[in-house]
């Protein structure tokens, strides 16, 4: 049974800048299937897993208010068996109960009306325990020390899928207080959202009760179970404590520092204490890759939480950071209040990204955090800086507004992509800098305060934000959270210092745009003087009083979610004037020029004009931002007629700092010299460079012997190289390291440098480790991933995907399905291969996947005009070069 949720839905504004504003959260108007005349309010849940054949069974009572009288009792149910039924204690006919399996709903019709008022359900029901991250979900890994296989569990259960753990009522509106009791062998850790409350020995094991949570949405419960140690240490009155496998806690260490220090920030910053008695951070090692923001109980995958000092790298150290700082500020966004429904997803993630990274920033200004290169954790995503990678996916046709409707399971999950996360973050900073940081903050603290333990709506947080700041938030913000896309800014000079500025929809592959306009916070500055801001309301607007022979910054520190298209007069005074530009806004014309580039509004020699004349340095946002183009390009230009003139040039940008830069790191240099010292090696080897290849080869034979001989910021690097240009000998010894390390970390560094070789007949030996248990399988699946992307043969990648999907998918989750297939095409610049794809989409993919394969069509498409393109240009800007 289905409600008729579209016309719940706030429908999207996508033509006025005055767009109606969303709505205050209100229970009853909030979307979603289930009936809202039932509300539970306290579940008492007991699970009993059975490792030996990977299933669970359970028993559970659900404390019931009755709003209204009703016939049937409608919850969530997924891959569970109902084995028994009752209401306040009478019994239902088997008949009586009902599951939707494509709904994934429970029906329970009851013999007579219940009346309105309180009730108790309780159902007998049993389950399986998962391969992949959903659900209930079981983990194999080696043990620390003595390398014993072991297993373990975890669940996973947001978006949709504590209903494969429990018959609940699975929508975030639903609060409720949870307590749980589990059933574990003798010698393992159980851990879930609070405190072990009592536990007692039974036949085979023990059973641990936990205290009872507060009430929060069903997504947030956890229960994580295993040979487990921890450290732990407290803040005030909260404990806080770093789990991992047995052997494994004091690697924790860093991570515990860190949290000792963002929980003490946040407390502040949010007004409202952390509000549990414990939080527990907890390291899996496999079965999803990310991590996940359980209230009082944060799972993560081992790389995201653990640091050894001797052998991780200091990309590994800043990633753990930021992946707290992330999950620990959805402990109030997104835990103590939640978005009431999915399509405000952006509530959770993009606040979480924005404070996450502005909490990093504070404690860790060296890392230049909001320009910092956002780690490809899944290869088949882009990667380069985060908002710009938000930026270069919101410019296309397949891309949609922060906020959009949310009708299915398939489209609760597709709502996590780059724009919730990064085009939120990126906005949420464009607001705190226009609105100032005091009066930000002052909103979120009205806004915590006055919603704790209840849902919102984006209209929740505008009107907080609006109360604090006085002006009119919700107006601003519509344009950008309410429809797709973003704004480019075209400034012309006129000579009697009148500057003209016009705004139009930036846009990328996408002919026939819909016109949109926005509320632009624009900052600007005649470069060396005061910042000023101007709020840009229409199409046209112009600065007075500009001397003409000044050069004009616009967005500046790039904090601001549009671009700027100068014209050649602004151009040539900013190039002029590189050496007095900081470091922020040197990278914000990098990217504005790169992505003119791609939008064919400019040629690419205007981005190579750019680079040529910024003075030397080794800056690394500066030198990545190159980087990260310079790698786009060799991977697209592959197999062309320009590669070689290419690599040559290209070479011949990033020499010079390789030189100042040299192999071994120095005494006093930057934190952040050892991650470029990293990324040129990798890139200049990926681009051919004989010095580097021959140099990782040597430094690889060294680490065989002795691996303290190599840094561990380097070894990415120089194991990639060398694994990229291995022979069948240098291949197998990578092979054999990598099973035998128990340090995730290790390994997936020996998998990647697998991944990288070129040689067909070695790409053939890598792709079927996808299909063992050699990785965790979280991992193992992207394995072809990577050989597509890496290896320049995506072909064969996709041969053997396509001959082995249903051993892949099995190690994937139901968003993962949709997106495997088509992100594997991602990778092709072949018109053809999108003829291909549509073709497999239609007879073997669901309709879920849609979006997914429109977003791959369109990036073929898109790489194949741009390789032409990029071909002629390049060719015309190298030749100019060579003549002169
Ligand atoms: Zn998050």
């Avoid at 005349?37 to 897993?49: D, F, G, H, K, L």
């Amino acid at each position: 049974m289905r409600a008729p949720l579209l016309s719940f839905l706030v429908l999207c504004s996508g033509t006025s800048l005055f767009g109606a504003v969303e709505k205050p959260f209100n229970f009853y108007e909030t979307p979603g299937k289930l009936p809202k005349q039932v509300v539970p309010t306290e579940y008492s849940i007991r699970i009993a897993p059975n490792i030996d054949n990977f299933t669970f069974s359970g028993s559970e009572s659900v404390k019931l208010n009755v709003r209204n009288p009703v016939h049937q009792l409608v919850l969530n149910a997924l891959e569970l068996k109902i084995e028994a039924a009752s209401v306040d204690g009478k019994e239902l006919q088997a008949s009586a109960i009902t599951i939707d399996t494509e709904n994934e709903v429970l029906t329970l019709t009851l013999p007579s009306e219940l009346a309105a008022g309180d009730h108790t359900l309780a159902l007998r029901f049993t389950g399986k325990i998962n391969q992949q991250g959903q659900g209930l979900f079981y983990m194999r890994y080696q043990e620390q020390g003595s390398g014993v296989r072991k297993v373990m569990l975890g669940t996973q259960f947001e978006a949709t899928d504590a209903r494969r753990f429990f018959p609940c009522w699975d929508e975030p509106a639903f609060r409720a207080r949870f307590q749980l009791t589990a059933v574990a062998p003798e010698n393992w850790l159980a851990v879930s959202n609070m405190p072990i409350e009592s536990e007692k020995k039974i036949a085979g094991g023990k059973e641990m009760r936990f205290a009872p949570t507060p009430p929060m949405p069903s997504y947030l419960n956890v229960l994580v179970a295993g040979e487990l140690d921890f450290i732990e240490t407290r803040v005030g009155e909260t404990q806080i404590r770093v789990l991992a496998t047995k052997g494994k806690a004091e690697l924790g260490r860093y991570a515990l520092e860190a949290s000792v220090q963002i929980l003490q920030y946040y407390n502040d910053y949010f007004g409202v204490p952390y509000p549990l008695p414990k939080l527990d951070q907890i390291a899996i090692p496999g079965g999803f890759g990310g991590a996940m923001e359980n209230w009082g109980g944060i799972t993560y995958y081992e790389t995201g939480l653990l640091f050894d000092p001797k052998n991780s790298s200091a990309e590994i150290k800043q990633n753990i950071y930021e992946v707290l700082a992330h999950e620990m500020a959805h402990m109030w966004f997104g835990d103590l209040v939640t978005m009431a429904w999915w399509d405000n997803l952006w509530l959770n993630e993009g606040f979480a990204s924005w404070m996450g990274s502005k909490c990093t920033a504070h404690f860790n200004p060296q890392w230049e955090v909001w320009l910092a290169r956002d780690l490809p954790r899944d290869p088949t995503r882009r990667s380069g800086i985060a908002k710009e990678a938000a930026m270069e996916g919101d410019a296309r046709s397949t891309t949609h507004p922060i906020q959009q409707p949310v009708a299915t399971e398939a489209e609760a999950g597709s709502a996590f992509d780059d724009i919730t996360y990064k085009k939120g973050q990126s906005f949420l900073r464009m607001l705190e800098s226009f609105l100032g940081e005091d009066v930000f903050r002052d909103g979120i603290r009205r806004y915590i305060a006055a919603h704790k333990y209840s849902n919102t709506t984006t209209g929740d947080l505008w009107d907080a934000l609006s109360e604090a700041s006085k002006e009119p938030v919700g107006e601003i913000a519509a344009g950008w959270t309410e429809q797709p896309g973003f704004p480019v800014v075209k400034v012309r000079r006129e000579p009697d210092g009148k500057v003209q500025l016009t705004q139009e929809r930036f846009t990328v592959n996408f002919k026939g745009a819909p016109a949109l306009l926005w509320k632009i916070p624009l900052t600007y500055s005649v470069v060396g003087e005061t910042p000023a801001t101007l709020l840009m309301t229409g199409k046209a607007a112009a600065l007075e009083s500009i001397p003409a022979d000044r050069a004009l910054k616009l967005n500046l520190n790039g904090a601001g979610n549009y671009r700027i298209e100068y014209d050649a007069r602004s151009w040539k005074l900013l190039l002029e004037a590189l050496p007095k530009l900081g470091l922020e806004d040197r990278v914000n014309l990098l990217s504005d020029a790169w992505a003119l580039t791609q939008a064919g509004r400019a040629p690419v020699s205007l981005y190579f004009e750019l680079v040529e004349k910024l003075p030397a340095s080794t800056d690394l946002a500066e030198r990545e931002q190159i980087i990260h183009v310079l790698d786009y390009m060799n991977r697209l230009l592959a197999g062309s007629p320009a590669h070689k003139k290419f690599q040559h040039y290209a070479r011949s940008l990033l020499h010079p700092t390789f030189k100042i830069q040299g192999w071994q790191p120095k005494t006093g240099e930057r934190p952040s010299a050892g991650s470029l010292r990293a990324s040129l090696i990798s890139t200049l080897g990926d681009l051919n460079d004989p010095e580097i290849i021959d140099g990782c080869r040597n430094r690889f034979e060294k680490y065989l012997a002795d691996p303290a001989s190599l840094a561990p910021d380097l070894r990415p690097a120089v194991l990639g190289v060398a694994g990229r240009y291995a022979d069948e000998k240098t291949w197998n010894k990578l092979h054999e390291l990598g099973l035998k390390t128990t340090s995730i970390e290790e390994k997936q560094n020996y998998y990647n440098a697998l991944a990288e070789a070129t040689d067909p007949k070695l790409i053939k030996k890598t792709l079927p480790i996808a299909l063992t248990d050699e990785l965790p399988t979280s991992r193992a699946v992207f394995l072809a991933a990577r050989v597509a992307r890496d290896s320049g043969h995506p072909e064969l990648a996709w041969e053997f995907a396509a001959a082995n999907m249903k051993a892949l998918l099995a190690k994937t989750d139901a968003l993962g399905e949709n997106r495997y297939a088509p992100g594997l095409f991602t990778f092709f610049s072949d018109e053809s291969r999108a003829n291909e794809l549509k073709g497999y989409a239609k007879a073997n993919l669901p309709a879920a996947s849609a979006p997914d394969v429109a977003k791959a069509i369109d990036e073929i498409q898109f790489r194949a005009e741009f390789k032409k393109r990029l071909m002629t240009q390049l060719n015309a800007w190298i030749d100019k070069k060579d003549q002169k």
